[in-house]
Structure formats: C-alpha cells, structure tokens
T-cell receptor
Framework: ETGVTQTPRHLVMGMTNKKSLKCEQH?????MYWYKQSAKKPLELMFV???????ENNSVPSRFSPECPNSSHLFLHLHTLQPEDSALYLC????????????FGPGTRLLVL | GDSVTQMEGPVTLSEEAFLTINCTYT??????LFWYVQYPGEGLQLLLK?????DKGSNKGFEATYRKETTSFHLEKGSVQVSDSAVYFC?????????????FGTGTKLQVIP
C-alpha cells in the first residue's frame, strides 16, 4: 500500500446518522489535512494537523469532528449532517516545509439524504 | 488575503492543439506555486511545481514558469492528448505558523476531443 488511502470511497447517510471517514498515509509525512470539494467552488481547507496537533480549523461546523491519533492516520467523524454537506472529502499529507508537495487521497464521495 | 485566479472553463481543444491555462495570484509572502490535476473519480495529483521566481516546473509535456513580476504561473502544453482531459488546479503554498497554508484556484476543466 503506497501513498494516501481513504475509506470508504462512497458513503450515503441520513441526517441523523453517525459515520467516520478514514485516511491513512504511508509517506512518512508529519502533516495531514482535510478538504471539502463541492461543485463549482474552490477546495475548502477544513482541518490541518501538524505533528498530530490540530493547528487550523477554518470555522468548520461542530458536526464535523477530526481526530489524528498518530502521524499516519486521520479521521473525520460525522454526525447530524445536512444535505449541503454532500461533497467529495479529500485527505492530504505533506512534510512541513512550504516547498513540500501535498499528496492527496482519492477522496470519499459523501451524499447526505 | 491570498488568492488564486484561474480562467473559467471548460476549455475544449482538438487533439494536438496547444494548451494554455492562465493562473494569477496574490500573496502576502513568497509562495511556492503548484499545478494539480484531477481525473474523473480521483483525488488531486501533483502535475508540477516551482518554488521561486523564474523557476520552470515541467512534467509530462506540461510547463509553467513562476513569474513574480506578473504574479502568474500559466500552464502550457504544446500538443494535448485525449488522456489530458481532466480538471486542472493552480495553487499557492505559504508557510504559516509552521504548517502549509494552501490556496487553490477554482479549477479549469479541459476537454480534448479526437
């Protein structure tokens, strides 16, 4: 297994459900990111973890809850979502320098009914 | 604040045509500049990057030059193929508090027809 993996690839959930998205990186990076990609909008940075500590939270609603138990794993816990939360959720990882490339996973396509 | 502006798509070209996708930026510091590509159903993949003024990034026949004087990073390819059909994102990265702060453009969809 190489690169950045995400599971599940597709998820359909009701507004009262609780689910979690998982991201795993095998690149030895020490920073991980969650992005939201909606149609016709720029990628929105949701959360940044650097050395397993959350360093950025871009005013994301509390129904999204991230968790980073170690430098290789990142979770996004979802509860009581709204239909407008339907989107592609992308995970990325990088080393910490500004010249370093962010490597992206394939994303989880989420549909909230 | 920092921002990236890309040309609106979709861009439709015939195979072997010349491609230019414009990208301009505003930034408060000295960013690194990136082009990412997203194929249908996939995440973003790095296409090329440049980390300082006048650097040229290149990969798979694509090129882009970091122009500080015009704050631009236009993507070019001399002869596109059908397999280049994808969405292309321009991005800038600055360091903020010890971690990367990334700003993406809205993406430009490229359609190459045989």
């Amino acid at each position: 297994e190489t690169g950045v993996t995400q599971t599940p690839r597709h998820l359909v959930m009701g507004m009262t459900n609780k689910k979690s998205l998982k991201c795993e990186q095998h690149l030895g990076h020490n920073a991980m990111y969650w992005y939201k990609q909606s149609a016709k909008k720029p990628l929105e940075l949701m959360f940044v973890y650097s050395l397993e500590e959350r360093v950025e939270n871009n005013s994301v609603p509390s129904r999204f809850s991230p968790e980073c138990p170690n430098s290789s794993h990142l979770f996004l816990h979802l509860h009581t979502l709204q239909p407008e939360d339907s989107a592609l959720y992308l995970c990325a990882s990088s080393s910490r320098g500004y010249q370093e490339t962010q490597y992206f996973g394939p994303g989880t396509r989420l549909l909230v009914l | 604040g920092d921002s990236v502006t890309q040309m609106e798509g979709p861009v439709t070209l015939s195979e072997e045509a010349f491609l230019t996708i414009n990208c301009t930026y505003t930034a408060t510091g000295y960013p690194s500049l990136f082009w990412y590509v997203q194929y249908p159903g996939e995440g973003l993949q790095l296409l090329l990057k440049a980390t300082k003024a006048d650097d040229k990034g290149s990969n798979k026949g694509f090129e882009a030059t970091y122009r500080k004087e015009t704050t631009s990073f236009h993507l070019e390819k001399g002869s596109v193929q059908v397999s280049d059909s994808a969405v292309y994102f321009c991005a800038l990265i600055l360091l903020s508090g010890g971690y990367q702060k990334v700003t993406f453009g809205t993406g430009t969809k490229l359609q190459v027809i045989p």
